[in-house]
């Protein structure tokens, strides 16, 4: 498989690209619950248990902010137009970080928790 450079992915709220985006991170997470008994031959036995995904993406403020505490329907995509992963889900905008800087440009970054399951699609 070729490798791909992130200068074409995306970040996109409601299937609108959100503007100045640089760069985003996507944590998925699944519960191995312990299931360990006196049956298990003194090896620790693990069961699947609940998933979840979270994240945040960062960039230049350019317009609005969105806003913390909403739920929102977010796309992330590694490279737009072209043969890579498209991560889909509705998630909460749990945080705000906001940057300026005299030498600098204003730099805004959010957090977000997935609210339900994720679609991994190839786009």
Do not use: C
């Not at 995904?53 to 977010?74: D, H, R």
């Not at 890579?84 to 600098?104: C, E, K, P, R, Y």
Request: charged share 15%; aromatic share 8%; net charge negative.
């Amino acid at each position: 498989m070729a490798r791909l450079a992130g200068t074409g992915g995306s970040v996109s709220v409601a299937t609108n690209d959100v503007d100045g985006i640089k760069s985003w991170t996507l944590d998925q997470t699944f519960d191995a619950l312990e299931s360990t008994a006196f049956d298990s031959s003194a090896h620790r036995a693990y069961i699947p248990g609940l998933d979840g995904w979270s994240g945040s993406f960062e960039g230049y403020k350019n317009g609005v902010p969105l806003t913390i505490g909403t739920e929102i329907a977010l796309i992330l995509e590694e490279v737009l137009n072209s043969a890579s992963q498209m991560f889909n889900g509705q998630a909460i905008i749990t945080g705000l970080h906001a940057t300026t800087a005299v030498d600098g440009l204003v730099t805004y970054s959010y957090d977000f928790q997935g609210t339900a399951g994720l679609t991994i699609a190839t786009a």
